[in-house]
């Protein structure tokens, strides 16, 4: 079946880099797009960029510009969205989405389960 | 950025009964060349992530229920559960997609009465 699987949960300390992988499989990965969502802790679910797994171009929300870089493995159906210089306020659930028209403008069909990522010294 | 709204923050809805939540974008999410709406819908229960419901504001994702329904245009949409149901305790975001800076609303939670 289709479905995104992520990597486990991480711990850092401010100021370090986290990498989040995503596994997809039960489609052609290089076919759709991948989005990146955070949720925190009782907050409303934050975009935070997309890849055309096709050909790799990539878009981050202004927010993120400057510290989250989105790659991907086209020979492993794996996407990845590192996060540099992290503060305590990047706490949250991150998610891999899959865009359902594979575009920029875009709504997810399916989610990877959520990597919880706690910043904390 | 496009900023959603949704209302109410949280309602409580006896089994079997309607329930409906409001959305609201801050500019139109209605795209004049094709005349959709950039508009979709999402269900969160705890622990999980978000499941899609709908999208272009009316249309049912593959294997939703038909008690789950969207409606309205431009700036204005409306999540209807026609007969709730235990398994729909959740909480539920719009999303748009009009602008490639996607945004989602604040969320409404949906627990029984």
């Known amino acids: 079946q289709v479905q995104l699987v992520q990597s486990g949960a991480e711990v850092r300390k401010p100021g370090a880099s986290v990498k989040v992988s995503c596994k997809a499989s039960?489609?052609?990965?290089?076919?759709?797009?991948m989005h990146w969502v955070r949720q925190a802790p009782g907050q409303r679910l934050e975009w935070m960029g997309w890849?055309?797994?096709?050909?790799?171009?990539?878009k981050q929300s202004q927010k993120f510009q400057d510290r989250v870089t989105i790659t991907r493995d086209t020979s492993a159906s794996t996407a990845y969205m590192e996060v540099s210089s992290l503060r305590s306020e990047d706490t949250a659930v991150y998610y891999c989405?899959?865009?359902?028209?594979?575009?920029?403008?875009?709504?997810?069909?399916?989610w990877g389960q959520g990597t919880k990522v706690t910043v904390s010294s | 950025d496009i900023v959603m709204t949704q209302s109410p923050d949280s309602l409580a809805v006896s089994l079997g009964e309607r329930a409906t939540i409001n959305c609201k974008s801050s500019q139109s999410v209605l795209y004049s060349s094709n005349n959709k709406n950039y508009l979709a819908w999402y269900q969160q229960k705890p622990g999980q992530p978000p499941k899609l419901l709908i999208y272009?504001?009316?249309t049912r994702e593959s294997g939703v229920p038909d008690r789950f329904s969207g409606s309205g245009s431009g700036t204005d949409f409306t999540l209807t559960i026609s007969s709730l149901q235990a398994e729909d305790v959740a909480v539920y975001y719009c999303q748009q997609y009009y602008n490639t800076s996607l945004t989602f609303g604040g969320g409404t939670k949906v627990e029984i009465k």
């Open positions: 272009w504001a009316s």
């Open positions: 989405a899959r865009g359902i028209f594979g575009v920029a403008r875009d709504a997810f069909d399916i």
């Open positions: 890849i055309n797994a096709g050909n790799g171009d990539t």
């Open positions: 039960g489609y052609t990965f290089t076919n759709y797009a």
